[in-house]
């Protein structure tokens, strides 16, 4: 029963952490890996997204509407399958990237609460 309330408290500092990232960066973790996905510059369809981020496609679906509402990603056909979309970063998708890969993160106090957690268990 031990490793079940350490798995919580676990849970409890990763949702501490991303609400605070959430807070600072007005976005999500999920939302925020999108992002990263496409910050190469090239497009992608949604279940390559699916992949990357590890969420389920309707998970991602959600995640996908979430962004492009936002203004920071923008969708378009397939040519040669008017069934399947891509999605490509925004302008504004590209200087989010940016503001977040120059943002300090601050990973030091969450993996020293993590390891707290771990000795615990």
Known sequence: ???ICVIKDIYKILYQFEKAFAEV???TINEAML???LKDGESK???AISEYIGL???RVSKVI???ENKGFICRSINQNDKRQMFFFLTP???IKVKEMMNAEMRFEGLF???QQCMEKG
Request: charged share 15%; net charge neutral; glycine share 12%.
């Open 1 to 3: 029963m031990e490793a």
């Open 112 to 114: 020293g609460k993590l």
């Open 25 to 27: 960066h007005e976005i």
């Open 65 to 67: 509407t979430a962004v």
């Open 92 to 94: 504004y998708g590209k």
């Open 45 to 47: 369809s949604a279940g």
């Open 35 to 37: 992002l990263c996905c």
């Open 56 to 58: 389920s496609n309707s």
